[in-house]
């Protein structure tokens, strides 16, 4: 009776490990492609909404944004190229010289999941002065794409090493253990 238990505990314990190593894979890929896709799909559009009013910053846990107030209320922006990027708009040497000055954005209205937006600052005018231009935001739009593709590309180097490709009837690792110490260095 114990034998039909063991036997049954060790297909168990088999068919919870193909499953573990045939959903990891899904995992690590939908990890890497959700940021990887925001990355691509976000595009400056040619028509963007003028918003004015006298410049602030405003903390919103770990962001720092961009706030825009007047008489009608406050607007705050962020310049985060990524799905979680660098919220932060203003060049920290100047930031004394631009607070509570009257500025003019102008922005879009950037979707980052279904049922959520941000508002995107691309061109940012203080006291008629030009401090953001389009193509600054453009150029960090590029350089966070850049840094998705590496990220994405550490996620899948991630798996490649902590995965356990495994002889499910054995049990014991196929992965060639020289080749795993050498690059787990990196």
Known sequence: MSMVSEETERNLRRRRAMSMALWTPVIYFAAGMVPLAYEFSTVI?????ESHGTLSLKRVGREVLTRVSNREGEQLFTCAS???GYSECLPHKNIPDLINNEA??????QAILPAMTVKKLVVLYVNGRLIISREMSEKRMNRSRNTGLW???????HFWLTSAAADFKSGKSTKNAQITRSFLCF
Do not use: D, I, Q
Not at 151 to 157: F, K, L, Q, R
């Open 45 to 49: 559009p040619k028509e963007l909404t």
């Open 82 to 84: 990524g799905f979680r």
């Open 104 to 109: 003019r954005v102008l922005w879009y209205e």
């Open 151 to 157: 990220g994405s590309s550490e996620v899948a180097m």
